[in-house]
């Protein structure tokens, strides 16, 4: 008998192994009881819709009618979507480096009932690969364990239990630690966090441009890095920049849609992980020169985007060809080829957090380059996100797909993510209904209160979000958010709550830059004077507002914000509580550049206008 309920899923990973053999569950406190009604460890298996590893063993274990049967008469088995659940894969990440570095998905983790881990580990083989067991050899030995050595396997998980919620309470206890805005904060210093660049100029791989060996990430928050440090005038940071962005543009990991693929497996950027990754494209918008950007918003509005304007996670590596399965194929084929065949599915998962990232990638790049185009998608993807995943101007649901409504919670990456692109799209605009939705949105972050799984809760293993390589986190896109609107408001509790909540993160990325890059940036930022900088203009069409208008959008700098508004609605942003915007609304055509809220005259054409920026 097939027990499995994963048919009605929301995950689309978790919909993909309804028909497995194995009796999945979804994560949630009723898995759990089972087990301990039994007696049996619990099987938790993580992964994601469009992960080529994941597919491969499905195929080559979950789908085995006696790995199936073996796992329903010995094991709970649960199936965990991480992008629907990244608060249970940021634990069972912190739990399995206790047993591997080579961490990855498919990861598989063995929890005691008390959902404790005591063993993990990544993909496993159908049968033994040199010192690789397979997966039945793992199987195996955990039943061992569990039966013969239980006083062990209960040590073990009570240790790493206890190692995770250490580490939890000491992350908790320094975000909550009064750090003072003045010099003598514990952020790195200014001249700390410009040394970094020396040290990635020593770590670029001069021969293939980027950074370190295979596999090569395209690292979007450590480029963003590297951008804002150019812009505060380290010369060597804008080549270093180039250089990677141009080794990722001409090589195979940017396909030939523009579209740019998760990683690469070997250092020269060549033979891409195919799976096309909506984070990493949002995130190389914030940085790429307008050419690539165009592409890459390209593959976002032909590809990834939903009827309503949102962005679906993912495109998947695999597409099914003469009948089956198989990786990469379909990309390699010329654009004008490609249509004969079936695409590689899409992971229709719409995740707020990362369509917030999406959003301020579109933002960044559409006003660099002046591509109104983009300002539309970012704002279509805004109002789909608001209308589906938010309740009174709060996020309620991190994940929506066709399967409906996640009953997961959001998390900070969603709170976070999702404020910081709404209020790039309000200053972009000028559309203040957006600023006074991510305003809520922080306050909510800054205030604490998400939802911890109960099931986490109980095991006391939960970790609050973790640092990650691949995209902005939530907590530095929240602090950012804070400083933003510090600066709109003249409330400086947003900018000493983001300095609290970025400056470990800042220092560990001062140490480790190639890991914990996303928070120099801002750390650097919130040690300068600030910079505001508001162009007034109801007709931006004229000639000379047209000159204003770039030059406003190429005065980005680290302390810097840029705000394009009517006269309208700088009475409205006013009248909302954003005191910057106070006595805006009585001139059109003007900018106004202000230093730490003190401003210069206004500045009435372009020559003036670059004086002051200058």
Same mark, same amino acid.
């Given at each position: 008998?097939?027990?499995?309920?994963?048919?009605?899923?929301?995950?689309?990973?978790?919909?993909?192994?309804?028909?497995? $053999?194995?009796?999945?569950?979804?994560?949630?406190?009723?898995?759990?009881?089972?087990?301990?009604?039994?007696?049996?460890?619990?099987?938790?298996?993580?992964?994601?819709?469009?992960?080529?590893?994941?597919?491969?063993?499905?195929?080559?274990?979950?789908?085995?009618?006696?790995?199936?049967?073996?796992?329903? %008469?010995?094991?709970?088995?649960?199936?965990? *979507?991480?992008?629907?659940?990244?608060?249970?894969?940021?634990?069972?990440?912190?739990?399995?480096?206790?047993?591997?570095?080579?961490?990855?998905? $498919?990861?598989?983790?063995?929890?005691?009932?008390?959902?404790?881990?005591?063993?993990?580990?990544?993909?496993?083989?159908?049968?033994?690969?040199? %010192?690789?067991?397979?997966?039945?050899?793992?199987?195996? +030995?955990?039943?061992?364990?569990?039966?013969?050595?239980? #006083?062990?396997?209960?040590?073990?998980?009570?240790?790493?239990?206890?190692?995770?919620?250490?580490?939890?309470?000491?992350?908790?206890?320094?975000?909550?630690?009064?750090?003072?805005?003045?010099?003598?904060?514990?952020?790195?210093?200014?001249?700390?966090?410009?040394?970094?660049?020396?040290?990635?100029?020593?770590?670029?791989?001069?021969?293939?441009?980027?950074?370190?060996?295979?596999?090569?990430?395209?690292?979007? $928050?450590?480029?963003?890095?590297?951008?804002?440090?150019?812009? *505060?005038?380290?010369? +060597?940071?804008?080549?270093?920049? #180039?250089?990677?962005?141009?080794?990722?543009?001409?090589?195979?990991?940017?396909?030939?849609?523009?579209?740019?693929?998760?990683?690469?497996?070997?250092? *020269?950027?060549?033979?891409?992980?195919?799976?096309?990754?909506?984070?990493?494209?949002?995130?190389?918008?914030?940085? @790429? #020169?307008?050419?690539?950007?165009?592409?890459?918003?390209?593959?976002?509005?032909?590809? !990834?985007?939903?009827?309503?304007?949102?962005?679906?996670?993912?495109?998947?590596?695999?597409?099914?060809?003469?009948?089956?399965?198989?990786?990469?194929?379909?990309?390699?084929?010329?654009?004008?080829?490609?249509?004969?065949?079936?695409? /590689? $599915?899409?992971?229709?998962?719409?995740?707020?957090?990362?369509?917030?990232?999406a959003i301020r990638g579109l933002v960044l790049a559409g006003a660099r380059a002046g591509d109104d185009e983009m300002?539309?998608?970012?704002?279509?993807?805004? *109002?789909?996100?608001?209308?589906?995943?938010?309740?009174?101007?709060?996020?309620?649901?991190?994940?929506?797909?066709?399967?409906?409504?996640?009953?997961? @919670?959001?998390?900070?990456?969603?709170?976070?993510?999702?404020?910081?692109?709404?209020?790039?799209?309000?200053?972009?605009?000028?559309?203040?209904?957006?600023?006074?939705?991510?305003?809520?949105?922080?306050?909510?972050?800054?205030?604490?209160?998400?939802?911890?799984?109960?099931?986490?809760?109980?095991?006391?293993? +939960?970790?609050?979000?973790?640092? %990650?390589?691949?995209?902005?986190?939530?907590?530095?896109? !929240?602090?950012?958010?804070?400083?933003?609107?510090?600066?709109?408001?003249?409330?400086?509790?947003?900018?000493?709550?983001?300095?609290?909540?970025?400056?470990?993160?800042?220092?560990?990325?001062?140490?480790?830059?190639?890991?914990? +890059?996303?928070?120099?940036?801002?750390?650097?930022?919130?040690?300068?004077?600030?910079?505001?900088?508001?162009?007034?203009?109801?007709?931006?069409?004229?000639?000379?507002?047209?000159?204003?208008?770039?030059?406003?959008?190429?005065?980005?700098?680290?302390?810097?914000?840029?705000?394009?508004?009517?006269?309208?609605?700088?009475?409205?942003?006013?009248?909302?509580?954003?005191?910057?915007?106070?006595?805006?609304?009585?001139? #059109?055509?003007?900018?106004?550049?202000?230093?730490?809220?003190?401003?210069?005259? /206004?500045?009435?054409?372009?020559?003036?206008?670059?004086?002051?920026?200058?």
């Open positions: 008998m097939n027990d499995n309920r994963l048919g009605t899923a929301v995950s689309p990973y978790l919909r993909q192994h309804a028909a497995n $053999p194995v009796d999945w569950r979804e994560w949630g406190a009723a898995a759990f009881a089972e087990a301990r009604e039994r007696d049996v460890p619990v099987l938790v298996s993580i992964g994601y819709a469009t992960c080529h590893w994941c597919h491969v063993m499905a195929r080559e274990s979950f789908s085995d009618p006696e790995v199936g049967e073996l796992l329903r %008469q010995d094991f709970v088995a649960v199936k965990v *979507d991480r992008e629907e659940r990244p608060d249970v894969d940021a634990s069972a990440m912190a739990a399995a480096s206790a047993f591997t570095e080579q961490l990855g998905w $498919p990861l598989t983790v063995f929890m005691t009932p008390d959902a404790q881990v005591f063993y993990a580990g990544t993909y496993y083989p159908p049968q033994p690969v040199g %010192q690789h067991p397979s997966f039945r050899q793992v199987t195996s +030995a955990v039943l061992d364990a569990w039966r013969n050595r239980r #006083d062990e396997v209960d040590a073990n998980a009570t240790a790493i239990a206890r190692a995770i919620r250490q580490g939890a309470e000491a992350d908790a206890a320094t975000a909550q630690a009064g750090l003072p805005h003045q010099a003598g904060s514990s952020l790195p210093s200014v001249d700390a966090i410009r040394g970094v660049v020396s040290d990635l100029e020593r770590a670029e791989d001069t021969e293939y441009g980027g950074f370190g060996g295979a596999p090569k990430f395209p690292n979007a $928050p450590l480029l963003e890095f590297l951008g804002d440090a150019a812009a *505060d005038g380290v010369d +060597a940071a804008g080549g270093l920049l #180039d250089r990677a962005l141009g080794a990722i543009a001409g090589s195979e990991l940017t396909d030939a849609d523009g579209g740019v693929f998760r990683y690469a497996t070997r250092r *020269d950027w060549s033979v891409p992980h195919y799976e096309r990754m909506l984070y990493d494209n949002a995130g190389l918008l914030a940085v @790429a #020169d307008p050419v690539r950007a165009r592409g890459i918003a390209d593959f976002l509005r032909d590809t !990834l985007r939903r009827a309503d304007g949102s962005f679906v996670a993912a495109q998947d590596s695999e597409s099914t060809i003469d009948g089956r399965r198989v990786e990469g194929e379909w990309y390699r084929l010329p654009l004008d080829e490609r249509t004969r065949l079936e695409a /590689p $599915p899409l992971d229709d998962q719409v995740l707020t957090g990362w369509n917030g990232l300002i539309g998608l970012a704002r279509a993807a805004a *109002d789909a996100v608001i209308a589906a995943h938010l309740r009174d101007g709060h996020v309620a649901v991190r994940s929506s797909s066709g399967g409906g409504t996640s009953t997961a @919670a959001p998390t900070l990456e969603d709170l976070g993510l999702f404020a910081e692109g709404l209020l790039e799209l309000a200053l972009g605009t000028g559309e203040l209904r957006y600023a006074v939705i991510a305003r809520t949105l922080v306050d909510d972050g800054l205030s604490g209160a998400l939802e911890v799984d109960p099931v986490l809760a109980a095991a006391g293993t +939960a970790t609050g979000e973790q640092p %990650q390589t691949a995209l902005r986190s939530g907590t530095v896109a !929240l602090a950012s958010a804070a400083a933003l609107l510090a600066a709109l408001t003249g409330d400086d509790d947003g900018r000493s709550a983001a300095e609290r909540l970025v400056a470990e993160r800042a220092r560990t990325g001062v140490d480790r830059p190639l890991g914990h +890059a996303d928070a120099l940036g801002l750390a650097l930022a919130l040690q300068r004077p600030s910079r505001e900088v508001v162009l007034v203009a109801d007709d931006r069409v004229v000639p000379d507002v047209a000159a204003m208008l770039h030059a406003v959008r190429s005065a980005r700098r680290p302390g810097t914000i840029t705000a394009v508004l009517t006269r309208a609605q700088a009475a409205a942003w006013a009248d909302a509580g954003f005191s910057l915007f106070e006595g805006r609304d009585t001139q #059109d055509g003007v900018t106004y550049v202000c230093h730490d809220r003190v401003c210069a005259l /206004p500045a009435r054409d372009a020559d003036e206008l670059a004086a002051q920026l200058g």
